[in-house]
């Protein structure tokens, strides 16, 4: 018998804010997460973007915050970028619409005024990037000193982003009396040392690794690396194409791409670490809208970028690990809708997409595109299933004069 969330003892609030959203039904992160929150044990959640774990962390907050003061901040999240930030920001507003507790978001690139206002008047919940934080921490206005609940989300991005200074301030300026809750994708030694040392008698709730939704078609055209934006340009002229994700390796290809794809008559924006928040949340506002049909992005865009009606995902460049992949992949075919993901492999990156096929289990489809054909590919992978009985061989090398590449290879 399934679990839903009136079985989960949360507020009838809670309940009503996450039916307005759609969902009845806990994944599997928050039925187990959810009811050793709210019995106030230290908690770590092996968990990846898409399982659902924001939530499960957000409903024993707000829930704990309801039936406290207020006034003060008494639930800190720290966050690694800001758009997983102001994510978890505006679904701690949804779900807490009920309920009238105030938030507030500390992120960089965006004015200090309204935060420091916020921080001032003790917004029960903050939701914060370390160095943000500790700018307004400089300045001796921010009182930690109530803070019940600490939840460190993403802490492996975290670490590898080099936080852990930052976090270890900010630990000593809270409470030592807390509950914890730490989310990670993986269980690095260095996540398992950090644990120990905030944690006090933790439970472990660990979720599979997600694979790729079902209802996601997924595929590979194998291009040469200097014809892969004319490759892009040609499949973005078919119809079917009407909201479509690239992610590409580097910052100035992101704006490199954006431009050769809008000079082709089809309206596109980047996102990338080096755009201005305010930039950063016009292209996220144009994409949502349809004004840009297609977002180019760096990695920065594949963790916790929450867009739904996306289409098409395009691995423009391929991934550095099977996580990145998934990560990608999990930004099309949400809420039950279908999706197609589509990598673009050169000859160079054929053995990085071995790896991540051996650690998915399978060999993705090849797709040929008359005009782009490339080299033959290596082997499938070592371990796994073996090459579909559908998938089409590798194609022939075209023999044809190359066209000139596009000015944003």
Known sequence: MKTSMNDLNLLPALVDAVADMGYTQPTPIQAQAIPIALAGRDLIGCAATGTGKTAAF?????????????????ALILSPTRELALQIDEQAQALGYHLGLSAA?????????????????????????????????????????????????????????GFLPDIQRILAAIPKVRQTLLFSATMSP??????????TDPMTVTVDRPAPATAIVQSVCAVAQERKAALLSTLLRREEMNSVLVFVRRKVD???????????????????????????????????????????????????LDVSGISHVINFDVPHSSDDY??????????????????????????????????????????????FESGPRLDTPRRGSARPSDAPPPARRSRRRRARPSSAA
């Open 326 to 371: 998934i990560h990608r992949a999990g930004r099309t075919a949400r809420a039950g809708a279908a999706g197609d993901v589509i990598t673009f492999v050169s000859p160079d990156e054929e053995e990085r997409l071995v790896e991540i096929q051996r650690v998915l289990g399978t060999a993705l489809p090849r797709i040929a595109v008359a005009g």
């Open 58 to 74: 957000l409903l024993p907050v707000l829930q704990r915050l309801h039936e406290g003061e207020v006034g003060r901040c008494r």
């Open 190 to 199: 260095t996540i398992r040392k950090l644990a120990g040392e905030i944690l």
């Open 254 to 304: 992101a704006d490199r791409l954006a431009r050769a794809v809008s000079r082709g008559g089809v309206a596109a924006t980047s996102i990338h670490a080096d755009r201005s928040q305010e930039q950063r949340l016009a292209a996220l506002d144009g994409f949502r809208s349809g004004e840009f049909p297609v977002l180019i992005a760096t990695d920065v865009a594949a963790r916790g």
């Open 105 to 161: 978001a500390v992120v960089g690139g965006l004015d200090m005024g309204p935060q420091e206002r916020a921080l001032r008047a003790g917004a029960a919940m903050v939701v914060a990037t370390p160095g943000r934080l500790l700018d307004h921490m400089r300045f001796n206005y921010v009182d930690l000193g109530a803070v019940e609940m600490l939840i460190l989300d993403e802490a492996d991005r975290m670490l590898d982003m």
